[in-house]
């Protein structure tokens, strides 16, 4: 018999269900088996685990006939379970190094029928809180009950901090009720029925506080079912326990501190049911209050429960305002003030501009912060012309980019007088980076974030774990940033997923490729002929496409790579193009260079390189990924990747999954190219995973959906 189940419902946590599975297949314990319940998931979430089942034989796969919700998912998941003990685990949350071993060795130790066990949890702008029941466990005797040890009813009630004995719960006959809260009534009568109950007091399970998604973020009247799951719980507490006074009194007050959660939390109970939700606290209240009472707490939380009891709501919202304003005052405001002149009359005459109606015919776009007429953006907008004439596009350009403004765009200078009017009355704002922080999300307006990338890189809320290689530290205002999205644009399911965990947010995501690559997916040789002719480029020559990344530990213009040693080795018939990082490329840079090796970074057209090149030379650019819509060789240096992956983090082993060869010293790459040595299954493989919807028809789906609002 395996020794362990771990039972795992999944529905929408594609962002997270990697790590989830990752911590569990790497731990040092093997004898378990995950039973992951997949309740008809609409997002990658089922991929993601055929994918590991595939290479894990202790991973099974059940799927739901329907969407049953988490609590029946659960009991989905144990009538498959074959393990001695069951642990119901959530897939957004993940397992400690060494927790499976500890687990394992306690119960054997104990022979518990129920394991507590440690949680810290880790919030999603960063701070880690370490969990309570680490405190309480630490004091408890080695085995207990709930009779003996009625603290441990004040540890959450939820059901992933257990590990419980499965032939227990087939005794009871307990399984999960249907509907928000179901741990409640699980929980509970489960610890008052057993009789060998240990704690772990060590961090086993790390609990995900996420920005979106989770129900304790919904609002709605759903938190109105904690109340029939409490009625449960107590009914069946009753029937599996004769609890004395002292547990009792724990639960009730337990059960007054939940609905306390519950009412005071913001992005719950809706402001317009909160009276009703309160009625039911006392009528709660009034029908389970122990004969011999409860041990109430003191200070404010004390007030409120004797405020319950009294049934006044009105009195309740004053104590409630009362204590928040009093906390509130106690924090220190910070001001932001802008120091010019200019900004100052700007954000005023922006301000003044919000006050009039939206101009329902204004599209504003931009590109890498202003840099010029480009990437994803430039490809919607010209298709938007083409589908949806009726909207007037203008451009957001930095004063020093003015000069390379194609001839007829029309466009405003970032800073003066007509940019802050066009950023306060437009319809739709287009860019590939967030728009500044002062700029408000006027409702009626549809911003849409393309990104310009798909990524290698850990971005977003990806990079708290990687605090080396972060620019902007203030996770929170990229969140704000963020909020404003009504779609994000995607190239695949990878940037799919990666984009839900780095940045959890309401927008609406558009799967549909990235418009910048229509060109490439419908490229002709004759364009690719005529661009190199316009390059200077002469025929039969080879091209190499060299793409290096930015590193931020390094200082700003370190070479990794000697370009001038590789043309010399690579001889007279290679033609080398250089493409720094758009961070090195001032204004107006313009194409030069000589015989072998030309720079090109300042080329408008990234597409035109990529139409020239024979080859591209990449380390760990998202170049890569758009070069291999030409279905072209790619080769990878990476001198320093187990550097770059420490310190940047990264969303797969790009050495494992390449697009084409991999060198690590410069003597491996230049025998790369010496031998013209190509990998055309690992570029098949690659294709495939990322560039599947690069049909050309990309920034036509994006209007389609954003400007005439066609699904």
């Avoid at 441990?152 to 005794?171: F, P």
């Avoid at 009247?221 to 009753?238: I, K, Q, T, Y």
């Avoid at 957001?396 to 000069?403: K, L």
Wanted: proline share 6%.
């Amino acid at each position: 018999m395996t020794f362990l189940s771990i039972v795992l419902p999944v529905y929408r946590v594609q962002g997270y269900l990697g790590q989830c599975l990752d911590s569990l297949l790497s731990q040092s314990f093997e004898d378990f088996e995950i039973v992951a319940v997949d309740d008809c998931s609409p997002d990658y979430s089922g991929r993601i685990l055929a994918e590991y089942a595939a290479r894990d034989p202790r991973l099974r796969v059940i799927t739901s006939p329907s969407n049953v919700g988490l609590g029946r998912a659960r009991n989905l998941g144990l009538e498959h379970a074959r393990g001695e003990y069951v642990w119901f685990l959530d897939s957004d949350d993940w397992l400690a190094a060494g927790a499976l071993a500890a687990v394992a060795a306690r119960l054997r130790a104990t022979d518990a029928e129920v394991l507590v066990v440690g949680w810290d949890r880790v919030h999603w702008d960063g701070p880690v809180q370490t969990g309570s029941a680490k405190r309480l466990l630490g004091d408890a005797p080695r085995v207990f009950s709930a009779e003996q040890w009625p603290q441990v009813l004040e540890i959450l009630h939820v059901a992933w901090n257990k590990v419980i004995r499965r032939d227990l719960l087939s005794r009871l006959g307990l399984a999960f009720e249907a509907g928000w809260y179901e741990d409640v009534s699980f929980t509970f009568p489960l610890m008052l029925a057993a009789s060998r109950i240990s704690g772990l007091p060590r961090t086993c399970v790390h609990y995900r506080q996420r920005r979106t998604g989770a129900i304790t973020q919904t609002v709605g009247e759903r938190h109105f079912e904690v109340f029939d799951h409490w009625e449960h719980a107590l009914a069946l507490c009753a029937k599996y326990a004769d609890p004395g006074d002292e547990v009792r009194g724990l639960l009730f007050r337990r059960m007054l501190w939940h609905f306390m959660r519950v009412l005071r939390h913001d992005n719950r109970v809706p402001a317009s049911a909160r009276r009703r939700f309160f009625a039911r606290m006392q009528e709660m209240y009034r029908r389970h209050l122990p004969p011999a009472g409860f041990p109430s707490p003191g200070g404010g939380e004390g007030l409120r429960y004797r405020l319950v009891a009294r049934g006044s709501y009105s009195a309740f919202r004053a104590a409630e305002i009362g204590m928040r304003t009093a906390r509130a005052a106690l924090r220190r405001p910070h001001w932001k003030v802008a120091k010019r002149s200019r900004q100052v009359a700007g954000l005023l005459y922006y301000r003044l501009h919000l006050l009039l109606p939206v101009d329902g015919s204004l599209a504003l776009y931009a590109a890498y912060w202003y840099r010029g007429v480009t990437c994803n953006p430039a490809a919607i907008a010209a298709k938007a012309a083409e589908l949806a004439p009726g909207v007037r596009a203008v451009w957001v350009i930095g004063p020093s980019r003015v000069a390379a403004v194609p001839p007829g765009v029309d466009h405003v200078v970032a800073g003066t007088l007509p940019y802050y009017r066009a950023l306060a009355r437009a319809r739709y704002l287009v860019n590939n980076v967030n728009w500044p922080n002062m700029m408000v999300k006027r409702r009626g307006t549809t911003h849409v974030m393309t990104h310009h990338g798909t990524p290698l890189k850990m971005m977003g809320m990806d990079q708290l774990d990687h605090p080396a290689a972060v620019r902007d530290t203030d996770f929170a205002g990229q969140m704000r940033r963020a909020d404003r999205w009504d779609f994000s644009v995607t190239a695949n399911a990878h940037t799919t997923i990666a984009w839900e965990r780095a940045y959890p947010c309401g927008y609406e995501t558009l799967e549909v490729g990235y418009p910048r690559n229509d060109r490439l997916a419908i490229a002709s040789p004759a364009e690719a002929a005529a661009v190199r002719e316009r390059l200077g480029i002469a025929p039969g020559k080879r091209v190499v496409l060299y793409t290096p990344t930015h590193r931020e530990w390094l200082p700003k213009g370190t070479a990794v790579l000697d370009v001038e040693r590789l043309a010399s080795a690579l001889g007279p018939e290679t033609v080398l193009l250089v493409r720094a990082h758009y961070f090195y490329v001032g204004p107006a840079r313009p194409v030069g260079g000589a015989g072998q090796i030309v720079d090109v970074s300042g080329h408008p057209e990234v597409e035109d390189l990529y139409l020239a090149a024979d080859v591209m030379l990449t380390d760990y650019s998202s170049a890569m990924f758009d070069f291999a819509v030409l279905d072209k060789p790619v080769v990878i240096y990476a001198p320093d990747w187990q550097v770059y992956r420490e310190l940047r983090g990264v969303y797969f082993d790009l050495t494992a999954e390449p697009p084409g060869p991999v060198a690590t010293t410069f003597d491996e790459l230049v025998t790369i190219f010496q031998e013209d040595r190509r990998d055309d299954a690992a570029r098949a493989a690659f294709r495939e995973r990322f560039c599947y919807l690069d049909d050309g028809r990309a920034a036509e789906r994006v209007v389609r959906r954003v400007f005439l609002d066609q699904r």
